[in-house]
């Protein structure tokens, strides 16, 4: 069985669809929510569906590996990035090699790096008049996002969509592929060990 971690900052609409598609699966198991924001809505999402959460406070995050600890408790082999924040520091990495994932609003590598999160890609991507934008799920190294490309899948984009409408058409593509991704990362895995 893998264990599944998923980070999150917010909403956690990625989040709760990834909890959703995982009910009863044999192989896969969201075992632990992680959230820096004490007030998330996702942490309400782990409560409802009785998922372990763990809030982090940001410096013992990033200025101990007390995380690790906890992480161990309920064996987790794989950390999924959904809506998370913060940048992950080296010694998570160290210890997940090519196990965390991340999704991206747009189609990397534009529109990515630092402050490039939520509305503001949205925003930039309509300010460059873009005819089309999408979803980057990709492997997590010490930049922001600028790991391995696992999938990638664009939608259009019309003059007349606002951000929030671009915003729409993304979100959609993440709550229908993030899953499967996921799924097929680690299922692919278990037969390349076969
Ligand atoms: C998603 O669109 C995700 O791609 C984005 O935050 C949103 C979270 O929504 N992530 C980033 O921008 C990371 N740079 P959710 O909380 O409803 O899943």
Do not use: W
């Not at 959703?20 to 044999?26: A, E, G, S, V």
């Not at 959460?53 to 940001?58: C, Q, S, W």
């Not at 999924?80 to 210890?95: E, Q």
């Not at 790096?113 to 925003?123: A, D, L, Q, S």
């Amino acid at each position: 069985m893998h264990h599944l971690a998923i980070f999150a900052s917010g909403t956690g609409s990625n989040a709760t669809k990834i909890v959703d598609y995982f009910k009863n699966h044999q192989e896969i198991k969201v075992s632990l929510i992680v959230s820096n924001k004490t007030n998330a809505p996702v942490l309400e999402m782990a409560k409802a569906n009785n998922i372990p959460t763990l809030v982090i406070n940001r410096d013992r995050f990033y200025n101990t590996e007390d995380i690790l600890k906890k992480i161990h408790i309920y064996r987790v082999d794989f950390i999924v990035l959904a809506g998370f924040l913060l940048l992950v520091p080296k010694y998570l990495i160290r210890n997940f090699p090519n196990r965390i994932v991340n999704i991206h609003p747009a189609l990397l590598p534009k529109y990515g790096g630092k402050g490039m999160y939520g509305m503001n890609v949205h925003k930039a991507v309509k300010a460059a008049n873009e005819k089309e934008s999408g979803i980057t799920i990709h492997l997590v190294n010490e930049k922001y996002d600028e790991g391995k490309i696992l999938f990638q899948e664009s939608c259009e984009i019309i003059p007349s969509d606002s951000p929030e409408m671009i915003a729409q058409k993304v979100l959609q593509l993440e709550h229908q592929h993030y899953s499967k991704v996921i799924e097929n990362i680690l299922t692919k895995e278990a037969q390349l060990k076969n």
